[in-house]
Every structure is written in structure tokens, then in C-alpha cells.
């Protein structure tokens, strides 16, 4: 246990505490000292246990308002946290979709370009076989032009 020295309301009073806690001691001894030496100044010298009472409720009032924020802090982040969940499990799911409609996109072009080729090859064996059947028909237009002029 360590001492410390405390002064509050212009007296010196020897305190006790734990090893390493002997500043936080000191400044919570400070705050009080300030509280009621505010109060002190605002009501007048009302007796020093009244004084010290009203010095308790002030900071009691101070720390159920802190606790009441930390407490709404809690419950916001609470629901912060519930919508966040929502809205990864929206985008997880979002990009699960895609995902397939690019799949299914890229089937569907793969088809398309098979069809191509297919079309492709079709058209050239048209393209060839026109091709055979003009240059026969020109051969044979040739063939009786020279028959008949012969």
C-alpha cells in the first residue's frame, strides 16, 4: 500500500491506495476538491457535510449521465452493428449473383461464338459450292458460245 497526501477544502488528509495508483488518487482528489469548492462559491458555506453531500449528488448526476450516454453509445453501435451485418450479407450475396449472371453470360457468348464458326464454315461451304457452280456454268456458257460459234 502506498500513502498519499490529499489536500481538500484547505486540509491535508494522508490517504492509503494501491502501488501505481497514487496519481489517479491524487487527481480524483483534485476533481472533488474543485466540484465542491465550485458548489462552495455558487451556495454559500451551507455547513461543509451538507456541502459535501450535495459535492456526492453533483458528481453522482455527472456519472450517471456519462453512464446513460455510454449506455445509448452501446445500444447504437448494438444496432450499427446488426445493419452492418445486414448489408454484408446483401453485398455478399450481390456478388454471388453476378457472379453467376457472368458465368451464364459467358456461356452464352461461348455459344454464340461456336454458332459463328459453325455459321462461318457453313457460309464458306455455300460460298464454295456457289462458287463451283458459277465458275461450271460459266465453263459450259463458254463451252456452247464456242460450239456455237464454231
Same mark, same amino acid.
Not at 500500500?1 to 501505481?20: H, P, T, W
Not at 472533488?32 to 455547513?47: A, H, M, P, Q
Not at 457535510?49 to 453531500?53: A, I, T
Given at each position: 500500500?502506498?500513502?498519499?497526501?490529499?489536500?481538500?477544502?484547505?486540509?491535508?488528509?494522508?490517504?492509503?491506495?494501491?502501488?501505481?495508483q497514487?496519481?489517479s488518487? =491524487?487527481?480524483?482528489?483534485?476533481h472533488?476538491?474543485?466540484?465542491?469548492?465550485?458548489?462552495?462559491?455558487?451556495?454559500?458555506?451551507?455547513?461543509e457535510?451538507?456541502?459535501?453531500?450535495i459535492t456526492?449528488?453533483?458528481?453522482?448526476?455527472?456519472?450517471?449521465d456519462?453512464? $446513460?450516454?455510454?449506455?445509448?453509445?452501446k445500444?447504437?453501435?448494438?444496432?450499427?452493428?446488426?445493419?452492418?451485418?445486414?448489408?454484408?450479407?446483401?453485398?455478399?450475396?450481390?456478388k454471388?449473383?453476378?457472379?453467376?449472371?457472368i458465368?451464364?453470360?459467358?456461356?452464352?457468348?461461348?455459344?454464340?461464338?461456336?454458332?459463328?464458326?459453325?455459321?462461318?464454315?457453313?457460309?464458306?461451304?455455300?460460298?464454295d $459450292?456457289?462458287?463451283?457452280?458459277i465458275?461450271?456454268?460459266?465453263?459450259?456458257?463458254?463451252?456452247?458460245?464456242?460450239?456455237?460459234? =464454231?
Open positions: 500500500m502506498a500513502n498519499v497526501n490529499i489536500k481538500f477544502n484547505n486540509k491535508d488528509y494522508l490517504l492509503s491506495c494501491d502501488e501505481g497514487e496519481e488518487l =491524487q487527481e480524483l482528489a483534485k472533488l476538491d474543485t466540484k465542491y469548492n465550485e458548489l462552495k462559491d455558487n451556495l454559500g458555506n451551507i455547513g457535510n451538507k456541502l459535501l453531500l456526492a449528488i453533483k458528481i453522482i448526476d455527472d456519472y450517471f456519462l453512464f $446513460k450516454k455510454s449506455k445509448n453509445n445500444s447504437h453501435f448494438e444496432k450499427l452493428s446488426i445493419k452492418f451485418k445486414e448489408l454484408r450479407s446483401l453485398a455478399i450475396n450481390y454471388e449473383e453476378k457472379e453467376k449472371e458465368e451464364k453470360l459467358k456461356n452464352e457468348l461461348g455459344a454464340i461464338k461456336l454458332s459463328a464458326e459453325e455459321n462461318k464454315d457453313s457460309y464458306e461451304k455455300i460460298l $459450292k456457289t462458287t463451283e457452280s465458275e461450271k456454268f460459266i465453263e459450259n456458257v463458254e463451252a456452247s458460245y464456242k460450239e456455237n460459234i =464454231q
